[in-house]
């Protein structure tokens, strides 16, 4: 998975409860993702950054924050988790804008109960 | 906004046959496009991609097709091996950090 990995791989947690998920990365690439995939649904994109501290929102950004502190690291953030944020989240990582190969990690799958 | 499909959720061909997976897509300003296989309890991995001044792209025992007229491009392998049953999907962007991916077609290969 290209240097890349993802804590937790699978996580429960109950409605309303704060979840984090982590995004780490060794391979120095300036550009990392967020995305979910529901049955149903391709991977849509939540957020994404292209530098350290440098973020922007994707189509399905509501209810999500990120956070990038470091160039390795790419945090995302339930502040207040519902059901309906029950997903498999993906982190990908690419070298260049419009360098349309994404790396993606193994996934974390997340069930708000 | 944004619509990628797949024509089959799933499909099924016998080892060494060919494999074609089709996509729809509906934005015309779409400019790139690539296709991923998953593999169960995987992330996604880059298989091809072709820029829409293209109309086809080879790799290895992959091609990908793209007919910009009627909005469609496939996958085609060739001489489908076990290894190759997972999940396929598209993905296109018109530029940017916005890509929009397909749902995904299944594929089973019977030894």
């Known amino acids: 998975d290209a240097g890349i990995t993802q804590s937790p791989r699978h996580k429960v947690t109950e409605t309303g409860t704060p979840v984090t998920l982590r995004c780490h990365q060794t391979?120095?690439?300036?550009?990392m993702y967020w995305y979910r995939q529901d049955p149903g649904h391709g991977l849509r994109l939540i957020h994404y950054s292209y530098g350290v501290k440098d973020t922007d929102k994707g189509e399905v950004s509501d209810g999500y924050s990120v956070s990038r502190s470091k160039t390795e690291d790419f945090l995302l953030t339930l502040e207040s988790a519902t059901s309906s944020q029950t997903s498999v989240y993906f982190c990908?990582?690419?070298?260049?804008?419009?360098?349309?190969?994404?790396?993606f990690g193994p996934g974390t799958r997340l069930t708000v109960t | 906004g944004e619509s990628v499909g797949l024509h089959l959720p799933t499909l099924s061909v016998q080892e060494g046959d060919n494999s074609i997976i089709n996509c729809a897509y509906s934005n015309s300003a779409s400019d790139y496009f690539i296709w991923y296989k998953q593999e169960s309890g995987k992330g996604p991995q880059f298989i091809i991609d072709?820029?829409?001044?293209?109309d086809k792209r080879q790799g290895q025992r992959v091609t990908v097709l793209l007919n910009k007229t009627v909005k469609h491009l496939s996958l085609q392998i060739a001489a489908t091996q076990p290894g190759d049953s997972a999940v396929y999907f598209c993905?296109?962007?018109?530029?940017?950090?916005?890509?929009?991916f397909g749902t995904g077609t299944s594929l089973t290969v019977i030894p």
């Open positions: 990908a990582i690419s070298e260049i804008a419009g360098s349309y190969e994404q790396y």
């Open positions: 993905a296109e962007t018109s530029g940017g950090n916005q890509f929009y």
């Open positions: 391979e120095n690439h300036r550009y």
């Open positions: 072709i820029r829409s001044n293209m």
